[in-house]
T-cell receptor, first 111, second 113 residues
Framework: RKEVEQDPGPFNVPEGATVAFNCTYS??????FFWYRQDCRKEPKLLMS???SGNEDGRFTAQLNRASQYISLLIRDSKLSDSATYLC????????????FGTGTRLTVIP | DGGITQSPKYLFRKEGQNVTLSCEQN?????MYWYRQDPGQGLRLIYY???????QKGDIAEGYSVSREKKESFPLTVTSAQKNPTAFYLC????????????FGDGTRLSIL
């Protein structure tokens, strides 16, 4: 079983819609969680960090469910510019090599 | 501005040739990483370094080599032993502590001539 799993999508949603993705992780000792946004042929950029139950930044909300071992990303009032791939990253244990990447969820916001 | 700089943005390799990808950071981060990303795929770890003069193999180190002579710099060499080098290469660095995120450079796209 992979350490981090994401539904690859694609999620195609109309402009203005609310959309949510989940990311499941296998290790209950995971300590911190990150959502990155990656545009086509570009580098991943940090969107949100989650260290406790959740985090909110404008239209974006990340929530952590430790009991069920998943983290979600909710995007409200989707914009065309939200179209991207969203990567979930989970920190497990200690040391420099303790970050595990999901393969990403592709979102397309349609006019 | 602080950040991570990768160069070149595009690189072409001939058969049997070694090429070196540059990664420089001025964030004063100890940990640095190299990833490979193939079209439609996730990131795969090639090498990482926790501190100057130290580096460790990642999941797909074969055909690659690195050095870490300075804190700011972590160059990646794609050797002729890497038979399928065409990919998007990403360098990242990370601040101290176990719960810090990684920050990425803008990548180098390598193709075979």
């Amino acid at each position: 079983r992979k350490e981090v799993e994401q539904d690859p999508g694609p999620f195609n949603v109309p402009e203005g819609a609310t959309v949510a993705f989940n990311c499941t992780y296998s290790n209950s000792a995971s300590q911190s969680f990150f959502w990155y946004r990656q545009d086509c042929r570009k580098e991943p950029k940090l969107l949100m960090s989650v260290y406790s139950s959740g985090n909110e930044d404008g239209r974006f909300t990340a929530q952590l469910n430790r009991a069920s071992q998943y983290i979600s990303l909710l995007i409200r009032d989707s914009k065309l510019s939200d179209s991207a791939t969203y990567l979930c990253v989970v920190n497990i244990g200690t040391g420099a090599n303790n970050l595990f990447f999901g393969t990403g969820t592709r979102l397309t916001v349609i006019p | 501005d602080g950040g991570i700089t990768q160069s070149p943005k595009y690189l072409f390799r001939k058969e049997g040739q070694n090429v070196t990808l540059s990664c420089e950071q001025n964030l004063n981060h100890d940990a640095m990483y190299w990833y490979r990303q193939d079209p439609g795929q996730g990131l795969r770890l090639i090498y990482y370094s926790q501190i100057v003069n130290d580096f460790q193999k990642g999941d797909i180190a074969e055909g690659y080599s690195v050095s870490r002579e300075k804190k700011e710099s972590f160059p990646l060499t794609v050797t002729s032993a890497q038979k399928n080098p065409t990919a998007f290469y990403l360098c990242a660095s990370r601040g101290p502590g176990n719960n810090q995120p990684q920050h990425f450079g803008d990548g180098t796209r390598l193709s075979i001539l």
